[in-house]
């Protein structure tokens, strides 16, 4: 019988009639085999194989913390944890490694975290690291991610540079906030998108005109520069549409939500403001048909001599 205990004045009294003998006797509480602690505070977080992973304490920098398997929610304070040598800048999982990222280095972790058998494996000793959590994403079975030097991407096959040809962006005295940098994948148009952002001068959490956004087209394997865009706020996709979050550079409590246009108009890419104005030319080997592949047998060359018609005297090189 259900009793309900909603008016002013009444009580509700519920009586214990088993002795504390036959309650001892009778048990049903089971001590659990790991204790139910709470998960520790951290920056970043990502599931493998069921398992919640933690990182990023502000206490405990270098430390990876994971779930119990029958109780992803409980992370038992003393066995459910491991130290790697340096600071954690990043963590995420691909098929059957668990990426962990570091400022110069990357670590890979193999094994069972649910029977505490596991280990930990340098993955990167070229000082090669992730400078921003934020830009780790997934791309076509390979983790894309922004180091110090520029775009990488790491799968079961090794590390790899994708960045090369925006790799002068990020020399030496570039002025970029890399730790404030965010990425997003836009499944729909097949796009990483890299948002770099300047701080405004004596503002630590803002960015300012100059900053930039690096677009890795991964179906046609060539990187666009996109412009008056803020997205520090961060991105999402919805029904194939783009939405990107900016924060006013003057007012930094105002955040604003943009849809990104597909209209297939000159108003397309232009944060609603201004468009962007491009020109492109094929090269003469297309011949008017860029579609349709060519490959040239043979070169001629025609030449009309101006002076006296015996090309004796006037010459030329090719």
Same mark, same amino acid.
């Given at each position: 019988? &259900? ?7 009444? #009580? ?22 790991? @204790? ?8 970043? /977080?990502? $599931? ?24 992803? $929610? ?5 066995? !459910? ?11 995420? @999982?691909?098929?059957?490694?668990? *990426? ?13 975290? @649910?029977?505490?058998?596991? !280990? ?10 992730? %400078?921003?959590?934020? #830009?780790?994403? &997934? ?8 180091? &110090? ?33 965010? %990425? ?7 796009? *990483? ?19 930039? /956004? ?6 046609? !394997? @060539?990187?666009? $520069?996109? %412009? ?26 105002? #955040? ?12 397309? *890419? ?16 297309? $011949?008017?048909?860029?579609? /349709? ?7 001629? /060359? ?17």
């Amino acid at each position: 019988k &259900e009793f309900v205990n909603d008016s002013t004045g009444t #009580t509700l009294v519920y009586t214990d009639a088993v002795s504390d003998v036959n309650v001892s006797g009778n048990a049903q509480w089971v001590d659990p085999i790991k @204790a139910h602690g709470l998960p520790p505070k951290c920056k970043y /977080i990502d $599931e493998w194989r069921g398992q919640l992973i933690l990182s990023g304490s502000l206490t405990k920098v270098n430390t990876v913390y994971y779930g119990d398997i029958e109780n992803p $929610e409980y992370f038992p304070p003393f066995d !459910q944890s491991f130290d790697l040598d340096r600071k954690i800048t990043g963590l995420k @999982a691909l098929d059957n490694v668990l *990426y962990v990222f570091k400022d110069h280095s990357i670590d890979g972790v193999t094994g069972d975290f @649910a029977e505490d058998s596991f !280990q930990v494996d340098k993955l990167s000793r070229e000082g090669v690291g992730c %400078a921003s959590h934020a #830009t780790i994403q &997934e791309v076509q079975g390979s983790l894309f991610f922004l180091s &110090e030097r520029g775009v990488y991407s790491i799968n079961n096959e090794g590390l790899q540079q994708v960045g090369s040809n925006i790799e002068p962006k990020f020399a030496v005295n570039n002025p970029f906030s890399f730790k404030q940098a965010t %990425a997003y994948v836009w499944t729909g148009d097949k796009k *990483y998108i890299l948002f770099m952002p300047v701080k405004e001068s004596g503002v630590d959490y803002s960015v300012d005109l100059t900053s930039e /956004i690096y677009v890795y087209d991964y179906f046609r !394997q @060539a990187w666009l $520069e996109w %412009a008056n865009y803020n997205l520090i706020g961060g991105m999402a996709e919805k029904n194939g549409q783009l939405y990107k979050a900016s924060r006013d550079t003057l007012t930094f409590s105002k #955040t604003r939500i943009h849809k990104i246009l597909q209209n297939q108009n000159q108003y397309d *890419y232009a944060d609603h403001t201004d468009a962007i104005l491009f020109s492109y030319k094929s090269p003469w080997f297309t $011949e008017g048909e860029p579609s /349709i592949w060519k490959k040239y047998l043979r070169c001629k /060359i025609h030449s009309y001599d101006t002076s006296v018609n015996d090309f004796e005297n006037d010459s030329f090189s090719v």
